[in-house]
T-cell receptor, first 109, second 115 residues
Framework: TQLLEQSPQFLSIQEGENLTVYCNSSSVFSSLQWYRQEPGEGPVLLVTVVTGGEVKKLKRLTFQFGDARKDSSLHITAAQTGDTGLYLCAGEGYSTLTFGKGTMLLVSP | DTEVTQTPKHLVMGMTNKKSLKCEQHMGHRAMYWYKQKAKKPPELMFVYSYEKLSINESVPSRFSPECPNSSLLNLHLHALQPEDSALYLC??????????????FGDGTRLSIL
C-alpha cells in the first residue's frame, strides 16, 4: 500500500505570511497532484507534477516534486484569506489516486 | 461551477430507507469514481468505473450499490445504511481509467446524514 504523509495537519496563519506544506512517501509515484477543497465543495485540482525535480508556479503558489519522485512541497507566498481550505496531495497509481491526510489551512485577516 | 454535477446536495434518510445518489458529467470522460469523505479527512475511494464497467471495489459493504447506466451517468444506490455512513459522498471523473497523469474532476458532493 502506498502511503502519503502530509505535514502539518493544521496551519493557522495571518494574512501576508508565507507557508510550506509537505507531502512525503516511501513510494515512487509517476505523478503527484495537489488539490484544494473549500467547505461545501469538492476538491479542485491545482497542479500535476510529473518530472523529478520539477517546479511549477501558479501565481503565489510554488509546487516542487522531489528528484526521486517520492515527495512534494507546496509553498504559498503572502497568504490571503481566500487561500483558506484543505490542501490534499495525491499520488497516482493504476487507475486510482492515493490521497494524503490533508493540511487544513486557515488564513486570518 | 463544477463540470461534474451531483444530486441531491443534501440527503437525510432513515436506516430502513432506500435512496440513490446521482452523478453526471458531459466531458466525455470514461472513468468515474465514488469517494466517501468524513469531516476534515481525505476522500476514501469506494468504486471505480472504467468504460462503464466496475474496475475497482474497495471492499465496500453491499449496502452501497453502484451503477453506471452510460458513460455520462453514475449512480450510488443506498439501502439499510448505518449512522457511521453519514459523510460527504463525492463523485469524480477522469479522461481515462488507464492512462497516466489523469487529473480527476470532482463534483461538490452529496452531504448524507443517516438518522
Amino acid at each position: 500500500t502506498q502511503l502519503l504523509e502530509q505535514s502539518p495537519q493544521f496551519l493557522s496563519i495571518q494574512e501576508g505570511e508565507n507557508l510550506t506544506v509537505y507531502c512525503n512517501s516511501s513510494s515512487v509515484f509517476s505523478s503527484l497532484q495537489w488539490y484544494r477543497q473549500e467547505p461545501g465543495e469538492g476538491p479542485v485540482l491545482l497542479v500535476t507534477v510529473v518530472t523529478g525535480g520539477e517546479v511549477k508556479k501558479l501565481k503565489r503558489l510554488t509546487f516542487q516534486f522531489g528528484d526521486a519522485r517520492k515527495d512534494s512541497s507546496l509553498h504559498i507566498t503572502a497568504a490571503q484569506t481566500g487561500d483558506t481550505g484543505l490542501y490534499l496531495c495525491a499520488g497516482e497509481g493504476y487507475s486510482t489516486l492515493t490521497f494524503g491526510k490533508g493540511t487544513m489551512l486557515l488564513v486570518s485577516p | 461551477d463544477t463540470e461534474v454535477t451531483q444530486t441531491p446536495k443534501h440527503l437525510v434518510m432513515g436506516m430502513t430507507n432506500k435512496k440513490s445518489l446521482k452523478c453526471e458529467q458531459h466531458m466525455g470522460h470514461r472513468a468515474m469514481y465514488w469517494y466517501k469523505q468524513k469531516a476534515k479527512k481525505p476522500p476514501e475511494l469506494m468504486f471505480v468505473y472504467s468504460y462503464e464497467k466496475l474496475s475497482i471495489n474497495e471492499s465496500v459493504p453491499s449496502r452501497f450499490s453502484p451503477e453506471c447506466p452510460n458513460s455520462s451517468l453514475l449512480n450510488l444506490h443506498l439501502h439499510a445504511l448505518q449512522p457511521e455512513d453519514s459523510a460527504l459522498y463525492l463523485c469524480a471523473s477522469s479522461v481515462s481509467g488507464t492512462a497516466s497523469n489523469q487529473p480527476q474532476h470532482f463534483g461538490d458532493g452529496t452531504r448524507l446524514s443517516i438518522l
